[in-house]
């Protein structure tokens, strides 16, 4: 049995620079992670019955299904089809991750997947097919496949590692309230407020913006309730969605302050995750 943590996804900083003419965007974003997300479990299945299974379980398991488009199996099968092994694997996901929440939980969970299969079978996690695999499943799943702090362009595919600032105390809260990706960026102006500056990261990231938080805000209005309580808490460093939302996450100077964040979230009835950078 492999375990793998399938870690919550931060963008520091979302710059949209362009629409694209393959449907995508062209975005630069400062890639982060937390230490704690979703949990992948990976066996080579006992009984012909386990063959190719996932089961989902946790606490956001009710709002995926382990058939059809499903990322992970979607990972599965093409890690199979890639290394010729077969699809003769049992996978487990632990769903702690609200589903559509802006913090790569699919993505992270595919990743996790590709990762835990890798080295069930003694294959190099540097290995390019596992790179090809991650980019055919979606833009942010090469910079979860590599899970550390990364400037990502193009599509957010294009990554080069940089330092990152790991045990800064993080809060991740959501509203509770799934926002669709595709509608979001739907709904960004179009407008290119140019690029994320120069500098050390979080200096870099205070700099910088989330140009989907606009849009985001118009279809899901709670947000800006999140965005105001983070901002008022004594504190805080940074505050900001993260992605397409409607996670908005926190930088603080000390996790006490981090966990009276939380209380004060949690009082609002809004999930939270108490964690820091890795």
């Not at 793998?4 to 520091?12: D, S, T, V, Y």
């Not at 949209?16 to 975005?27: E, K, Q, S, T």
């Amino acid at each position: 049995m492999i375990r793998e943590i399938a870690p919550a996804k931060i963008n520091l900083a979302l710059h949209v620079r362009r629409r694209r003419d393959d449907g995508y965007h062209d975005i630069e974003t400062l890639f982060a992670f937390a230490r704690d997300g979703d949990v992948v479990r990976v066996a080579v299945a006992q009984a012909e019955a386990e063959a190719g299974s996932l089961v989902i379980t946790g606490p956001f398991a009710a709002g995926l299904t382990a058939t059809g488009d499903n990322l992970v199996a979607r990972a599965a099968r093409a890690f199979a089809d890639s290394f010729g092994i077969g699809d003769g694997h049992a996978i487990t996901l632990e769903k702690h991750l609200p589903v559509a929440s802006g913090v790569g939980g699919g993505s992270a969970d595919a990743a996790a997947t590709l990762r835990a299969l890798a080295r069930l079978h003694a294959i190099p996690l540097i290995d390019p097919r596992l790179h090809i695999i991650a980019a055919a499943l979606g833009a942010d799943v090469p910079a979860c496949l590599l899970g550390r702090t990364t400037l990502g362009t193009g599509k957010g595919d294009a990554l080069v590692e940089i330092m990152g600032a790991p045990g800064t105390p993080l809060l991740l809260v959501n509203p509770l309230v799934p926002v669709s990706t595709a509608a979001v960026f739907a709904a960004w102006d179009g407008k290119d407020r140019g690029p994320i500056p120069d500098g050390a990261l979080l200096d870099r990231a205070r700099a910088g913006r989330n140009d989907l938080e606009p849009s985001a805000t118009t279809l899901a209005p709670v947000i800006a309730d999140v965005r105001a309580m983070l901002n008022d808490s004594p504190g805080v460093t940074l505050a900001r969605m993260s992605g397409s939302g409607a996670t908005c996450f926190a930088l603080f100077d000390t996790i006490g302050e981090r966990e009276a964040a939380a209380v004060l979230a949690q009082r609002r009835g809004w999930w939270t995750l108490g964690t820091s950078l890795a």
